[in-house]
């Protein structure tokens, strides 16, 4: 029987994580990855709250640990001590839905049936692409006229560790300021909030550039500490 990937929670998180890798990280359709990379970077909150329509960080929190607590076979987490836990959390009376990060170096394997199954739907509707456009042969320029001077590349962008961080935002994102939820400007690198001055910067790991939550005290990649040191 066909897996169902419908309009539910768990659904639209399923397909737009299957989406997401095949645009950007195919191997990881195959592979194992670690559950912080999923909430993280993959399909963060901020980021994709308006597709997914969530409402809550709540309602996306419990959605991801429904996926990793293995319902309607979507995907798999290692080992299975975390696997047990977070069903019996997702079964709970009143559960935790952000019990999944005290597992965030576990390891997910998305079930392969499940993913063709969404890539093929997608294949499906996708319009056929156009014909190649030829460009016209550039005319030779009038003896008396000089060459323009050659294009200059832009300029790198700064390094995630380069302490210089922006913080961009994808276009139509719906992205707001997690303090005080006014919208922030888009296409813009946004360090802090217009509105009331707070930071939505992401904090990163000052050794190997992991995304840290503010409450945490160790970098859950190196281990390092997130306290300035004395």
């Not at 066909?2 to 645009?23: E, I, K, M, N, Q």
């Not at 056929?128 to 030779?140: H, M, S, V, Y």
């Not at 930071?199 to 945490?216: F, G, M, N, Y």
Request: charged share 20%; with cysteine; aromatic share 8%.
């Amino acid at each position: 029987m066909a897996l169902d990937s419908g309009p539910d929670d768990v659904g639209r998180l399923f397909r737009h994580v299957v989406y997401t890798l095949a645009d950007t990280r195919p191997g990881y359709l195959h592979q194992t990855f670690q559950v912080s990379e999923l909430y993280q970077e993959i399909v963060p909150y901020r980021l994709f709250r308006s597709r997914l329509q969530f409402d809550t960080n709540e309602d996306y929190e419990m959605a991801i640990l429904r996926l990793l607590a293995g319902q309607r076979g979507y995907a798999v987490l290692e080992p299975a001590e975390a696997r047990e836990a977070l069903a019996q959390e997702a079964e709970a009376i009143n559960p935790l839905p952000g019990a999944f990060r005290d597992f965030a170096a576990a390891r997910v394997t998305l079930n392969p049936a499940a993913v063709k199954q969404v890539l093929d739907a997608r294949d499906s509707y996708a319009p056929a692409a156009p014909p190649p456009q030829l460009d016209p042969l550039p005319e030779p320029a009038p003896p008396d006229v000089a060459p323009p001077p050659p294009t200059r590349a832009p300029a790198p962008a700064p390094s995630r560790g380069s302490g210089a961080l922006p913080y961009t935002f994808e276009a139509g994102g719906g992205t707001e300021c997690p303090s005080c939820r006014s919208a922030l400007p888009q296409h813009r690198a946004v360090l802090y909030c217009p509105f009331c001055g707070k930071k939505v910067a992401p904090l990163l790991c000052s050794k190997c550039d992991t995304e840290l939550e503010p409450e945490w005290t160790f970098c859950i990649t190196c281990g390092r500490s997130t306290r300035p040191s004395q």
